[in-house]
């Protein structure tokens, strides 16, 4: 098995580690108007099939100070030559204080926003604590992947929380054989114990791994967001929630990117993109289903009850909802779509 990261201490000498190569991508700091970015340069794997690139984007503004913007890019070494096989994944090693063990957290996920989160533990011990780490969370969310020569996405093969001493072997450093067979596991799910988390979000991987094809690259967006110190625990994750939203409307719109984005934000409802649900977005669904030529210009915005399919179920949601009928706007389900002009 031959495997290879860039995390603990599998830096760059070790066996495992990504290897830096000179006279590629740019190395090192710079800045532009909304936010501030890191360019990590280019590595290699081990087995020098292929070729890595990170770039982390700060924004500037205070408003958007608790998330991160992440840039990934995976492409063959040899650029006329596909690489099968491969397992690709993100790991995050927040660690957030706890009043009784270092770092040890609760582990949660969120599939409506292709997520995995960890709050802080705060046990009752009756001593005075400076502050309650049960209200402070951390996450990483998908925001969008693709490539070259296809659409894009944000499907995940899994995202979860694990426990980093089901990881990690005594010294501290990743197992190989652990870390693929946990990627390995598809779905949203959580380490159940409160103890030392890590978050794991896996992009692609299947039976026979995924392929990348030649003369193509695939990139990959996500967000790590944060929550210092909420109100409670319930209005951390919340908070948690919205920023990890917030990251993709920021990526959309400071970004400038011909790629991806997501139409049906926070929830359903706004059938014809105006901003606001009303009896225009009431008519618009009507024509549509009826057949007069209206083309839905976000189909899981008029996908009200979020079943997955637009059908007079929504309608009467919709109608429910604007009557006062006590029918709420369910959470979209983030599908994207290609921006106009790609």
């Known amino acids: 098995y031959r495997g290879s990261w860039s995390l603990y201490d599998d830096g760059y000498t070790s066996p495992h580690g990504f290897k830096p190569m000179i006279g590629y991508a740019p190395h090192g700091a710079f800045s532009a108007a909304t936010y501030e970015g890191f360019n990590s340069g280019t590595f290699l794997t081990v087995d020098s099939l292929v070729k890595c690139e990170m770039t982390w984007l700060a924004p500037k503004n205070a408003d958007s100070c608790n998330f991160i913007i992440q840039r990934l890019r995976i492409f063959p070494a040899n650029i006329g030559s596909s690489v099968a096989n491969l397992q690709i994944g993100l790991y995050y090693d927040f660690d957030i204080p706890s009043d009784s063990n270092g770092n040890a957290n609760v582990g949660g996920t969120d599939l409506t926003r292709r997520m995995a989160w960890m709050r802080g533990f705060n046990s009752a011990d009756g001593q005075f604590d400076c502050a309650d780490n049960s209200r402070r969370f951390a996450g990483a969310n998908l925001i969008t992947w693709f490539t070259k020569n296809r659409g894009c996405f944000d499907s995940l093969y899994s995202a979860k929380t694990v426990a980093a001493d089901q990881l990690l072997n005594p010294i501290g450093g990743l197992i190989p054989e652990s870390l693929s067979v946990t990627m390995h596991i598809a779905g949203y799910m959580s380490e159940s114990r409160v103890t030392d988390h890590a978050v794991l979000l896996t992009l692609k991987d299947g039976q026979n791994g995924f392929t990348l094809p030649a003369n193509d690259t ?24 919205r920023t990890a939203d ?11 990117i011909c790629a991806c984005s997501v139409c049906c ?78």
């Open 218 to 241: 695939l990139f990959v967006y996500s967000a790590m967001c944060a929550v210092k110190d909420a109100a409670t625990a319930v209005a951390g994750l919340d908070s948690l929630r």
């Open 246 to 256: 917030k990251a993709k409307l920021w990526t959309l719109y400071n970004l400038g």
């Open 265 to 342: 934000w926070w929830k359903t409802g706004n059938v014809n993109q105006t901003g606001t649900v009303d009896l225009a977005d009431l008519s618009a669904l009507v024509c549509y289903l009826t057949g007069c030529g209206y083309v839905l210009p976000c189909y899981d915005a008029a996908n009200i009850n979020a079943t997955g399919i637009v059908d007079l179920a929504d309608l009467s949601w919709l109608i429910c909802y604007l009557t006062g009928g006590g029918c709420p706007l369910p959470d979209c389900l983030v599908t994207p779509y290609p921006m106009a002009g790609c």
